[in-house]
C-alpha cells in the first residue's frame, strides 16, 4: 500500500523560481528520503532526513519533516530547467528498511 | 563509481513465457529490493531480501518469485508472464540498518505481449 501522498501531482515553474513539494504519510517512521526520477530512468537519492531531525540542506535543497503532522516538503531553490523531473518522497519504518513511496510530484521547469 | 546494474534496459517477452530480471551491486550491501512503476500507481514493491537465500514479500508478489544465491544479485522471476506484467521495474539496494539512500538500477522496461 502507498504511504505517502504528494502534493501537487504536476508543478509548472520558470527558471529561477523556487519549487515545493509536500509529502504526507500515516505511520510512525525511521527515515524519510527524496528521490527524483528523470523520465523512463531510475530513480537518484537527493536526500535523507531521520525522524529526530526536522530541517536538512543540501545544495540548492531544503527538506523538512514535522513528524507531529506527519508531512515533510522538499524546496528546490533558484529552479532550473534541468530540474525538470518526477520527484518522490519515500518513507523507512522497519527495521530491514524496505522504502513505501509516494505517487511523485512532476516538476516542469520552464527555460 | 557505486553501481546496481539491470542485465536489460528494454525487454519483450510472450504471454506465458518464464522470465527472468537480473540485477547485480558492487557495494556489498545487504538489502536489495524489486519494485515495479506504473503511471497512477507509482512504485510498489514485488519482493526484497535483507541477506543471502532470504526473501520477504513486499506489497504485490503475486505472479513473481526472487532468488538471492550470492550477496551482489537478486534476481526477479515472473513464472508465466502475462500482459498485466507489463511495466517499468527498478531494482535498488542499500544498507542495512538504512542510514543513506538506496541506489537504483536504470530499470527494465518489460513488455509482454
Known amino acids: ?111 | 563509481d557505486v553501481k546496481v546494474t539491470q542485465s536489460s534496459r528494454y525487454l519483450v517477452k510472450r504471454t506465458g513465457e518464464k522470465v527472468f530480471l537480473e540485477c547485480v551491486q558492487d557495494m556489498d550491501h545487504e538489502n536489495m529490493f524489486w519494485y515495479r512503476q506504473d503511471p497512477g500507481l507509482g512504485l510498489r514493491l514485488i519482493y526484497f531480501s535483507y541477506d543471502v537465500k532470504m526473501k520477504e514479500k513486499g506489497d504485490i508478489p503475486e505472479g513473481y518469485s526472487v532468488s538471492r544465491e550470492k550477496k551482489e544479485r537478486f534476481s526477479l522471476i515472473l513464472e508465466s508472464a502475462s500482459t498485466n506484467q507489463t511495466s517499468m521495474y527498478l531494482c535498488a539496494s542499500s544498507l542495512l540498518p538504512v542510514v543513506e539512500g538506496y541506489t537504483f538500477g536504470s530499470g527494465t522496461r518489460l513488455t509482454v505481449v
Open chain 1, 1 to 111: 500500500s502507498q504511504q505517502g501522498e504528494e502534493d501537487p501531482q504536476a508543478l509548472s515553474i520558470q527558471e529561477g523560481e523556487n519549487a515545493t513539494m509536500n509529502c504526507s504519510y500515516k505511520t510512525s517512521i525511521n527515515n524519510l528520503q527524496w528521490y527524483r526520477q528523470n523520465s523512463g530512468r531510475g530513480l537518484v537519492h537527493l536526500i535523507l532526513i531521520r525522524s529526530n531531525e526536522r530541517e536538512k540542506h543540501s545544495g540548492r535543497l531544503r527538506v523538512t519533516l514535522d513528524t507531529s503532522k506527519k508531512s515533510s516538503s522538499l524546496l528546490i531553490t533558484a529552479s532550473r530547467a534541468a530540474d525538470t523531473a518526477s520527484y518522490f518522497c519515500a518513507t523507512v519504518f522497519t527495521s530491514y528498511g524496505k522504502l513505501t513511496f509516494g505517487q511523485g510530484t512532476i516538476l516542469t521547469v520552464h527555460p
